[in-house]
């Protein structure tokens, strides 16, 4: 399974000139930048339980959390006993959406994979990332070794200049001045 992606909270460049905030304070404010925070790293859809809002390390959690309340910047959920990010989908997609955006993109990504790779099996050219004609590093000599997971991996791909009648080199098709090629001298006997 691949990494997980990662999740960024949108901040206002001027969040701390809204009037709200100015009202609440410096404490209140970071508090409530470190529940928002806190709610995009655990995908609650801006909502925390008040245990989860003690372990933000804010001193005076209580009192900042009672000052954004009378703001109503947060609002306490009667039913789930939790504080919500009153704002939140203003500026948040849900976690479903989110989750439903990657799984498209990851269809996506796979199908435009496949196409390619159908392409490519298809026309039997080395690669659309080579549409020059150009021999890819991947098809020169000097393949040696495994590498991770047991997949073979790519040697030095450096090798000696051997003309061919155009020219080109000989074992790579490639011109002489290629970074490829290793022009060595031989010493007269």
């Known amino acids: 399974m691949g990494r997980k992606p990662k999740l960024f909270l949108p901040v ?19 508090l409530y930048l470190a529940m928002s925070l806190r709610c995009k790293a655990m995908g609650t859809d801006g909502r925390l339980m008040e245990s989860q809002i003690g372990r933000l390390g804010r001193p005076r959690w209580k009192a900042e959390l009672a000052k954004l309340a009378t ?4 609002v306490r959920d009667e039913i789930t006993d939790e504080w919500c990010i009153a704002a939140w989908f203003a500026h948040n997609d849900s976690m ?16 435009k ?11 039997g050219s ?3 990332r080579n549409p020059s004609g150009k021999v890819p590093d991947s098809a020169l000599k000097g393949r040696e070794g495994k590498g991770k997971e047991g997949k073979e991996r790519e040697g030095n791909p450096l090798h000696r200049f051997a003309a ?13 001045a290629s970074r490829f090629h290793l022009h060595v001298v031989e010493e007269a006997s």
């Open 113 to 123: 994979a496949a196409e390619r790779r159908q392409q490519e099996a298809d026309s």
């Open 12 to 30: 206002t460049v001027t969040f701390y000139d809204d009037d709200r905030i100015i009202e609440a304070g410096d404490g209140p404010a970071h």
């Open 164 to 176: 061919d009648d155009s020219g080109s080199c000989g074992t790579c098709h490639l011109p002489a």
């Open 126 to 128: 080395d690669s659309e």
């Open 71 to 74: 703001l109503r910047l947060v």
């Open 96 to 111: 479903e959406e989110i989750d439903t955006k990657r799984a498209a993109d990851r269809d996506r990504k796979a199908a």
